[in-house]
């Protein structure tokens, strides 16, 4: 057909996506009705993922029966929650881990500057102090795995410390 001038026409099959479209560009399109997290795109009071690419997708969800219900139960709660990817879930978790991890450091450290043997925070009366009074003082492990997982890292930042003092 091309040798005569005439061109076949247009490709049916053609997709109907919107190949540049993110999550965020929804949306701002959308309103507060979605929220992004991670390169994903979910609808606020249904907790559910929605396809960012197809515009029809978002639309149906949002005309559906379930939308809608879930929506008036949402704006009842004045809790807001929002769900969110596991990527993020585990930042935050690294932080506090990262938090309790320093409280546990600067208490083998005290212990050993003190000359308090590490055993003394098996004592039950030493557990009670620690988890009233110190925050995340309750996550202090028991002395043996003190000894075997913090007291080496105290032990080299100290020595570490050292050798730098003496040059």
């Given amino acids: 057909m091309e040798r005569f001038g ?3 026409p247009p490709s049916r099959n053609r997709s ?3 190949l540049y479209v993110t ?5 701002t399109e959308f309103g507060s009705e ?5 390169g994903k795109l979910f609808c606020t009071s249904c907790n559910v993922v929605l396809n960012h690419v197809r515009k029809s997708a978002i639309n149906d969800h949002l005309k559906s029966k379930t939308h809608t ?4 139960e949402f704006e009842e709660q004045n809790v807001r929650k ?18 309790k991890n320093s409280v546990i450091q600067d208490f083998v ?6 000359n308090i043997p590490l055993e003394k925070a098996d004592h039950p009366s030493v557990r009670a102090f620690l988890s009233r009074y110190v925050k995340n003082g309750s ?20 020595n570490q410390l050292l050798n730098t003092e003496d040059r």
């Fill in 6 to 8: 005439v061109k076949s």
């Fill in 16 to 18: 109907k996506t919107a």
């Fill in 23 to 27: 999550p965020q560009d929804r949306v």
């Fill in 34 to 38: 979605l929220h992004e997290d991670g």
């Fill in 69 to 72: 219900k879930r929506k008036a």
């Fill in 82 to 99: 929002k769900q969110r990817t596991l990527t993020a879930s585990l930042q935050c978790n690294s932080t506090a881990q990262t938090e």
């Fill in 109 to 114: 450290k005290m212990c050993l500057e003190a």
């Fill in 139 to 158: 996550s202090i492990p028991k002395s043996e795995q003190l000894r075997k997982a913090y007291l080496p890292d105290g032990y080299d930042n100290e």
